[in-house]
């Protein structure tokens, strides 16, 4: 019993010291020295699988997020695109696009990860159940995962939507790193049925923390590493707008450079196009490849390889995470 109060005792207090260091400008230091020892230990090997893709030939992307609606409901102060800042015109996908772009994908029986959210809250699209058992039904081989802020999340369609889904990880922003309370109901019923707790991850969160750049755009964040690595993501990534246009990756959050358009070209099309294939030929370089384009030279995300990057746990190890 004594054994147990000191170690409630103790959590509480590493809690309260990440809560209070992880909102510090200090923290930046932090990230910024471990981001350099990442990077300097991984930036060979994102070129050498840099190189091996281009030497063997590009594959079809290990990881593809489909955006249906671009809004947020978060006001994580790291995220360029919270509610208070989200710049971007209010845009829906069109049901016949989305179709189509399923339909495109089952034509090459495409297996890889696909995420029907990216930089929003899936769930303020109302289809989006819909639309995961849609694509479930489609690429039954692909596996299907999803992040959310939980905030809206009900009990209802966590149940409807976990038939489709392969994972499911839940974003829970609370600076006091509480449960909120939608999440909180799931929790408890996922303890009730743990059947679940092998598809479903809840990670407490700050709302209010310094995180790595992304691409240069956090409002938070006043200093950037110079990164020698290269980046493996436009070799292994296909995100897709609400409006059928394919931004550069998951970190182009505003959109700023276009790809392509799913509207008037295929998939293949634009994965394997011109536009595709100049952003490679930049990233292919094995220092400093990111200050070859505006977007990336101040984005300290992601000195690793694709295997880092694009895979996700075993089902045993979410399951530990539970005990």
């Not at 890889?112 to 489609?138: Q, T």
């Not at 790193?177 to 999440?183: D, F, G, K, N, S």
């Not at 109901?185 to 743990?194: A, F, P, S, V």
Request: net charge neutral; proline share 3%.
């Amino acid at each position: 019993m004594v054994l147990k109060l000191l170690k409630v005792f103790f959590s509480n207090i590493h809690d309260r010291l990440f809560v209070f260091i992880s909102k510090q400008r200090v923290f930046e230091y932090f990230l910024i020295l471990r981001t350099y020892f990442l990077d300097l230990f991984n930036y060979k090997n994102v070129f050498n699988e840099i190189n091996s893709q281009i030497e063997m030939g590009i594959q079809l992307p290990k990881s593809i997020e489909i955006e249906t609606i671009n809004r947020c409901n978060g006001l994580c102060s790291f995220c360029p695109i919270n509610k208070n800042l989200d710049e971007r015109d209010l845009t829906i996908m069109d049901e016949n696009l989305f179709k189509k772009i399923l339909s495109q994908l089952k034509e090459i029986n495409y297996s890889g990860n696909i995420g029907l959210y990216s930089n929003n809250e899936p769930f303020l699209d109302k289809r989006i159940v819909r639309f995961i058992k849609m694509a479930k039904e489609a690429l039954p081989n692909a596996y299907h995962f999803l992040f959310t802020n939980g905030t809206i999340l009900t009990l209802e369609n966590f149940v409807d939507v976990m038939d489709y889904l392969d994972l499911l990880i839940i974003d829970n922003y609370n600076d006091d790193l509480e449960m909120i309370a939608p999440v909180k109901k799931i929790y408890d019923y996922c303890l009730e049925h743990n059947e679940y707790q092998k598809k479903v991850e809840i990670d407490l969160r700050l709302q209010n923390q310094i995180l790595f750049s992304r691409g240069g755009e956090a409002k938070n964040r006043k200093r950037f590493n110079r990164m020698k690595s290269s980046c493996v993501t436009p070799f292994n990534q296909m995100v897709i707008r609400p409006s059928g246009e394919v931004s550069l990756c998951c970190n182009d959050a505003l959109g700023k450079m276009t790809l392509g358009n799913l509207n008037n070209e295929s998939f293949l099309d634009v994965w394997y196009g011109e536009k595709y294939t100049k952003i490679r030929e930049k990233f292919h370089q094995q220092k400093y490849a990111r200050e070859n384009l505006e977007l990336c030279k101040n984005c300290d995300g992601a000195p690793l390889t694709s295997d880092n990057l694009f895979s996700f746990p075993e089902k045993e190890d979410i399951v530990k995470k539970w005990k």
